[in-house]
Structures are given as structure tokens and as C-alpha cells.
């Protein structure tokens, strides 16, 4: 798939931008806080229909409206894949003084109106920022992220089991401290542990199922990005006990059963913390460099490099999945990296129907300008197209 057309009004800092992308390779040069960035989130928005940076929609409208009557941002795009045509419209409404108005986003996808949930994955995309080592530095809150975004772009029920998961959670966590203050009896919880398991279980097949996928794909692409240096393990780590090879469970009724049977056996201890102990809110993702964990004894550069594998592995997971390419989206990435590693990336996506990659330092990816079929400069809040050399 590729998007052909994308508009943005009042985004970030944008207040009005209309863009024919191209086929291909597409590239935006600017200097730092220009809205390059601000660019690859909003595709990444309506792909997601999640903000990669926003910790709150009104962050999203731009600052000059955010005291008016009614401050929204609209991003709207229009999409060729193989399964149709796609028209699609996000409007995030921001704060307002207003009962009437209800912040959020609305949505309409083919012009009619629909959840954000529904709406998530009609676009595909990957994006890879420079903050992507911390999917193998940082905390295992962001490997799960990583996860979570990816597999809810191809799963409808996988999102759907993560929204009663989120749902469920904290009602069954107030319960534990209310049994803890001797408020409510444990035999309460019996509802509780059955529809977290249930929604956990769902969760944890296909997160055990994505991996499957992605950890050969990631050792090819850190073997062939390291020359053959280096080598890339991934492990999935369930929040419910030890698990060896030989007794993972096979579909999301297993998993349900562990973890149920987990939540009976820790039910003690989680009154005595008054929290749950155990489900995918505490899975982790074990990666490992030349066999040593890479977060502890992996360089930058070897960290970067594990980052990298991964978002290509992910790139292949979605293809694979859609039986259609995801729109890649690259944000101020191949400048860090060395003529080699850019090349191998490029060589990558050639295959892939749309490309479209950030830089302030165009001298240093001189090979991208070759190859963008389409080239723009984007300063101040504002676009447009670059025709020359």
C-alpha cells in the first residue's frame, strides 16, 4: 500500500498542509524543529490511531487554537492497497470549556464514521525513530509497546482482548486491596481471575505467535547488517511462571489455563501486595547480543544495530501478514547510522511501495536524494516539493 494524498490541519505545528506523495521513495529534508517529525506522527496516527509521542490528544492541536471555541486537528489521507481504495479522516478534538463537546478523536474511514478501534490497521506502517534503542535499553513497558502497536495493525482481536485486558486490570487490582483491608471476600476475585485470564490468554498466543516470526527475520537482518559479526536472540519471557520449549502452550486456551492456575497459586501473595502479580501487563522480551543480554553488555552501536533488526523484522511481519507492504516511515534514522548499515537498510525497502524518510543532514545521505522519487523541504510548519538537483 502507499498513500497518494495527505492533508493536516491545525497539527502540531501545522495549519494547513495539502501533499501528493509519490511511489517510492519519498524525502523530507528540514533542520531540527521544523515539523519533520510531526510529519511521520501523523501518518503513524492514522495508522494507529495512536500518537507515537503524545501523551495526550490535546498536545496533538496546534498551539494557536487551543484556546478557541472548539480547537481540533484533522489529518485526512487517501490510501491505494490491494484491498481497495482507502479514505481516511481522524479529528482530535482537544479541551474545551464547552459540556457539549467531548474531547477524543472522531474517525471515518470511506466517509463513514467509525471507532477508533476499527479504524486501527486499514493503513499499515512501521516507524523507526531515533529513540528506537530503547526498545533493547529501556524498560520492558517499551518492548511490550513495540509489540502491541505491531500486532494490533493485523490482529482485530488481539486489540479487542488488550482493551477488556486494560478494562479488567485495574477493577481486579481494587478488588485485591479491598480483600486486604478485609472490605470484600477472595472468593470475589473467582469472576475476575476467569475474564483476565481469558483476555490474557488471547494476548499471550499472539504475542507468542508474532515472535515466532520476528526472531528469525531479526537474526537475518542483524547478520546482515553486522556482516556477519553479530548475532541477535530473542526470547519471549510470559509474566506466568517458567516456561522451557518443551511446555509452552500451544493455542490461547493453554495460556488461559496457566495463567489461571497462576493466579490461584500466587492469590496470597497478591492480596499481600494488593496487585496483580502475574499476565501479559508484566511480560517481557529477553534480547540478547552474542548471547549476552544486550541491555547490560551490548555497546550503543550494538544496541542500535539490535534496534534496527527488529523494526525490519517488523516491517516483514507486516507484509506477511496484510499480504500487502506496510508504509515505512524513517525519522532522522540513516543519518546515525554508517554508509553501510544506510545501505543495507535501503536495499531492504526497495521491494516495499513507499518509503518515507526525515533528515536535517542531507549531505550525509546523499545516496537517499538519488533515489527519492519525490523530495520536499519542510520549514516552519510548511511543505513543498523540491525539484532540483
Known amino acids: 500500500m502507499f498513500i497518494f494524498s495527505l492533508q493536516m490541519a491545525n497539527y502540531r505545528n501545522y495549519a494547513r498542509v495539502g501533499l501528493k506523495l509519490d511511489r517510492g521513495l519519498n524525502l523530507f529534508v528540514g533542520d531540527n524543529a521544523q515539523g519533520k517529525s510531526n510529519l ?28 478557541s471555541e472548539f480547537p481540533v486537528a484533522r489529518l485526512a489521507c487517501e490510501v491505494d492497497r490491494s484491498a481497495g481504495n482507502l479514505q481516511l479522516e481522524v479529528a482530535v478534538v482537544g479541551r474545551t470549556t464547552d459540556p457539549s463537546h467531548r474531547a477524543g478523536k472522531r474517525v471515518r474511514v470511506n466517509g463513514v464514521a467509525k471507532r477508533a478501534s476499527e479504524a486501527v490497521g486499514q493503513l499499515a506502517a512501521v516507524l523507526f ?3 528506537d534503542i ?57 469472576f475476575w481471575d476467569q475474564e483476565l485470564a481469558h483476555a490474557g490468554g488471547i494476548i499471550m498466543q499472539a504475542r507468542a505467535d508474532a515472535l515466532g516470526h520476528l526472531v528469525p527475520q531479526a537474526a537475518f537482518q542483524m547478520e546482515r547488517l553486522s556482516d556477519g559479526m553479530e548475532t541477535i536472540e530473542i526470547t519471549y519471557k510470559p509474566a506466568i511462571g517458567h516456561l ?20 490461584t497459586t500466587l492469590r496470597s501473595r497478591e492480596i499481600g501486595a494488593g496487585a496483580t502479580l502475574v499476565g501479559p501487563h508484566r511480560d517481557d522480551i529477553l ?19 539490535a534496534a ?5 523484522a517488523e516491517a516483514s511481519y507486516l507484509r506477511k501478514a496484510l499480504g500487502d507492504d506496510p508504509v515505512v516511515l524513517l525519522d532522522d534514522v540513516l543519518s546515525e547510522l554508517d554508509a553501510r548499515r544506510r545501505r543495507g537498510v ?4 526497495d521491494s516495499f511501495q513507499q518509503t518515507i524518510v526525515t533528515t536535517a543532514e542531507p549531505d550525509r545521505v546523499r545516496e537517499v536524494m538519488t533515489r527519492a522519487s519525490g523530495r520536499f523541504v519542510v520549514v516552519a510548519g510548511t511543505i513543498t516539493r523540491f525539484e532540483g538537483e
Open 287 to 305: 534480547v540478547e547480543i552474542d548471547g549476552m543480554p544486550a541491555d547490560s553488555f551490548a555497546s550503543r552501536a550494538q544496541q542500535r544495530t
Open 134 to 190: 530503547e526498545i533493547v535499553a529501556g524498560p520492558p513497558l517499551l518492548r511490550r509497546r513495540y509489540l502491541d502497536m505491531m500486532i494490533s495493525q493485523v490482529d482485530r482481536g488481539y486489540l479487542r482482548a488488550m482493551q477488556r485486558y486494560a478494562k479488567v486490570l485495574p477493577q481486579r487490582n481494587s478488588l485485591l486491596k479491598r480483600i486486604q483491608n478485609r472490605e470484600a471476600s477472595a472468593t470475589e476475585l473467582n
Open 129 to 131: 525513530t531515533t529513540l
Open 308 to 312: 534496527l533488526s527488529m523494526r525490519l
Open 40 to 67: 511521520l506522527e501523523a501518518i503513524y496516527l492514522l495508522s494507529t490511531m495512536r500518537s507515537s509521542r503524545a501523551s495526550t490528544d490535546a498536545d496533538l492541536v496546534r498551539r494557536d487554537i487551543l484556546n
Open 244 to 263: 522451557d520449549d518443551l511446555d509452552c502452550p500451544i493455542d490461547d486456551t493453554e495460556w488461559t489455563a496457566r495463567m489461571l492456575k497462576a493466579l
Open 346 to 349: 535501503l536495499e531492504f525497502f
